[in-house]
């Protein structure tokens, strides 16, 4: 019998339990004793519908408050010194979330660590601090306390954890910020190495037979000082009593498969969705009584698997491998929605092409039914429905749009780039009269329940248009009063019509399917619900500029209109399969051209087209690198073709690092970018410096992440740390995002003391 096992399941609840939950405990209406209720209630839950769907062997440590890299952090004690942990005492809740976002119902608020994306991915991690001489001890035990729980529930468990030297790889600190930080990073193994072997002793002592160890860093290129570090851990922890199934995912082993086989673990799970991976190389490395765990089904987007395929993919390795094969998604289905059965809604056929975590998980068991030559009428009756949906979804008129294509193919016959930046920069700052250090915001502004009832009431057909747009109306007139109460420069028109940066133009472009319940957790409590790309794509409508107008008649001031890039469309989508990514991405750019250039028409002379999600879509073995850069750049540019030299052409990105592609960054040409800087101390800023950025630029001076309102003086320090680096005529002042979840209170405060940072800084 082929073993079924996951590397990780969903969290948040089909409906968002946690995310509520968190929330109200963040408030302050609900106690910790009811927020652990929830989450044991979800964990229970969720280990139950992987039993019932066919997995034999059940992820536990994949649950987490807010990310499991924060989780883990936490169990071996390294939270930085400004949190005031005791260490003598276990890590509290409160700790946890001011490390995650610098504010807890306990405990005195200060600034959170910092957090980022996870890999290629549009889920974030906090990223671990650390110093050179760290110390390590247990001080958590929610690991041991979840294992007791599913094994009292009768499950076969496999606690999962973060590799060592994965984790080590992902953490910061001011010790590691020069040449001989990987000497010093490497220095803390012994340290490390000493916890990781208590925590696997704990395990077996509470009967725990194998254990999950996550190094997705082995799909990197690895220096050659970290593969043989590898080595060192890796002959220390195989001396413990639990077998040790070494988890890689998310690319290739490439030059590091060399690097496991030398490892003396029981298992490797391998991702052959995202790898490419040459099976016979692979089976070849193994030895005789190792596992491998072919991560056969995608946990990174919701299409259906050809199980045919995959079969006969798998059957040669079947036949040599016997029972050390096992089948498993290709990581974490932490990335996919929970239960397609919850989509009453969605067309029938679009559904019918789709796979949320629970049916992957049934895919797998039909997978190993068919391995294993256990063909049963129920098993048959499966693989006919499935490979039906997969010849309907090639064939179906949907999907393709003859305009869409013919307009691809004249792309470079309407493409006009933008005269060089020296020369239109002068126009724009004649046309805008901006003052020195100019004040705006990222986009949006608090989503209140008012809002969001409104919206829904409409799609339900409870609110007429007229109302609608009315209510509408009245929002953006508010949120324009707001703004010049404060003192903005340039404004914003709020996006209250708007649920999600992504999903509201989808639902306004064909080519794209939505969800009523397919969300995914992006962090902490922060979920998204990404639409579905199954076509061709084109605008039908204006998307924005009726809004902006709008809100620009009611002011003299500049108001800028607010669009979603189209890498980040892409990204933040789950995305059609059937042809390469770059080609959606430029059918992407060509809508929102049309868009842009409606903008202008209609008197709008900013306009921001944020890109957060450009070095997430990067891939992760720089040989890969330049191809992705030439066509996301490509795309960003196709999108702003055309405009006048008059128009300034802001983009937004947040959460990443740049030292590595700001020559692309600078490619795209935006007349204005926004970057988060407030978390990493204008650390981010250092790369724009050195490569002698020439654009404007906006370091973000606070963190719209926290509840935490920011101090005047603060802001005012790291602008002049910024205009040391940068020119003080190229520097915009303006938070580090969107201040959709914030509350109204907090955000006058915030942006009150903004606008007095930079006319303090206007005096200098």
Known sequence: MTIIHNLGFPRIGVQRELKKALEQYWSGKINAEALGAVAQELRRRHWQQQADAGVSLLPVGDFAWYDQILEWSTLIGAVPARFEQDPNQEVGLDTLFRMARGKAPTGQATAACEMTKWFDTNYH?????????????????????????????GYQVKPVIPGL??????????????????????????????VYQQVLARLHAQGVEWVQIDEPILTLELPQAWQAAFRQVYQQLAQQKQKILLATYFEGLHDNLSVVSSLPVAGLHVDLVRGNHCLQSIADYLQPEQVLSAGIVSGRDIWRTDLEAAAARLQPLKEQLGENLWLAPSCSLLHVPVDLAYEVKLDEEIKSWLSFAIQKLEELTVLAAVLDKRLTPSIEDFLARQQQALNNRKISK?????????????????????????????????ALDLPLFPTTTIGSFPQTTEIRALRRDWKQGALSDAKYEASIKEEIAKVVTFQEEVGLDVLVHGEPERNDM?????????????????????????????????????????MTVGWTAYAQSLTKKPMKGMLTGPVTLLQWSFVRDDQPREQTCRQLALALREEILDLEKAGIGIIQID????????????????????WAVDAFRLSTSGVEDTTQIHTHMCYA??????????AMDADVITIETSRSNMELLRAFEEFHYPNEIGPGVYDIHSPNIPDTDWMVRLMEKASGQIDKQRLWVNPDCGLKTRGWPETRAALEKMVEAAKALRLQ
């Open 125 to 153: 991690y906090i990223v671990p601090e650390l110093e050179a001489g760290q110390t390590f001890r247990i001080v958590r035990g929610y690991l041991f306390d979840h294992v007791d729980e599913a094994l009292s529930q």
């Open 165 to 194: 030297l994965s984790y080590l790889w992902l953490s910061k600190g001011e010790d590691f910020t020069n040449g001989a930080a990987d000497e010093r990073k490497l220095a803390l193994i012994p340290a490390l190495l000493e």
């Open 398 to 430: 949907r999907i393709h749009n003859p305009l869409v294509q013919q307009q691809l193919s004249q792309s470079s016959q309407i493409r006009r780039d933008r005269t060089p930046y020296k020369e239109r920069v002068q126009k724009q700052r004649e």
């Open 502 to 542: 992504v999903e509201y133009f989808g639902e306004l472009l064909a080519g794209y399917a939505f969800t009523e319940n397919g969300w995914v957790q992006s962090y902490g409590s922060r979920c998204v619900k990404p639409p579905i790309i199954f076509g061709d794509v084109a605008r039908v409508i204006p």
């Open 611 to 630: 890109e957060p999600a450009f070095r997430e879509g990067l891939p992760l073995r720089k040989g890969k690198w330049q191809s992705y850069l030439d």
């Open 657 to 666: 690092e740049f030292n590595d592609i700001i020559e692309a960054i600078a």
